[in-house]
């Protein structure tokens, strides 16, 4: 299995402009959770998904943030407009309900907001 | 949620055992307790969870005290790419088992050192 996918790897934009950051799971998990990592406020989660509905957004910063996962195979976390304090490396995550504890983590797309 | 305590940071020599520390006094009794460690660049990975038992998998052992308010990751044979930030999170499973959230705190950095 190739693992959680997320693209772009890198993304730099300028302040103002929308910004989608894309998420494909592991083949099989109805979990999906969207993080975002800074050095001043760590490891937070945003939002999570079961089954293609949102559970949970209260992680959600405010109303520049949106998600989506129109399929078990493919979820967004789209910025607009954004900001220089989004500047954050944003994680992706799936699992499997029933089957472990353990949520897979993808690589990560870096933001950069100028 | 209830918290978790960890050093800031830890030093280790290549081939030695690392134990790492975590209190949580506050804890619950639905409270799992999970260990995820994050490489330099790279996302979270699972490393070993437990309730109230003793854990052993190929990665680690988790050793939990008789009264849960602390718990000690053992990693047995440190190797340089065992230098990494570790977390541990306390995971409430509430009524059904159906609450999958991950808080992540600040974690400790383990050093070390060949």
């Known amino acids: 299995d190739a693992g959680v996918i997320q693209s772009p790897r890198h993304e730099v934009t300028e302040m103002g402009q929308e910004v989608t950051l894309r998420c494909k799971p592991i083949s099989g998990h109805d979990y999906l959770f969207w993080y975002r990592q800074t050095m001043m406020r760590g490891l937070e989660l945003l939002i999570y998904?079961?089954?293609?509905?949102?559970?949970?957004d209260s992680g959600m910063p405010e109303d520049r943030f949106s998600a989506k996962m129109p399929n078990a195979s493919f979820s967004t976390l789209k910025i607009q407009p954004s900001e220089p304090r989004d500047s954050a490396v944003y994680f992706c995550?799936?699992?499997?309900?029933?089957?472990?504890?353990?949520?897979?983590f993808g690589p990560g797309t870096r933001l950069t907001v100028l | 949620d209830a918290k978790t305590t960890q050093p800031n940071s830890m030093e280790s020599n290549e081939e030695e055992p690392v134990h790492l520390p975590c209190n949580h006094s506050?804890?619950?009794?639905?409270?799992?307790i999970h260990w995820y460690r994050q490489l330099p660049s790279q996302g979270p990975e699972y490393v070993i969870h437990?309730?109230?038992s003793n854990v052993n998998n190929r990665m680690a052992s988790l050793a939990i005290a008789e009264d849960r308010k602390s718990s000690t990751l053992i990693l047995h044979r440190a190797t340089l790419r065992d230098a990494a930030v570790y977390y541990c999170?306390?995971?409430?499973?509430?009524?059904?088992?159906?609450?999958?959230?991950?808080?992540f705190g600040k974690g400790t950095l383990l050093t070390v050192n060949p």
């Open positions: 998904f079961n089954n293609n509905v949102p559970i949970d």
């Open positions: 506050t804890i619950s009794g639905t409270d799992y």
């Open positions: 999170i306390l995971r409430d499973v509430g009524s059904g088992g159906s609450n999958y959230k991950l808080t």
């Open positions: 995550a799936s699992r499997k309900q029933g089957f472990s504890n353990e949520q897979f």
């Open positions: 437990g309730l109230t």
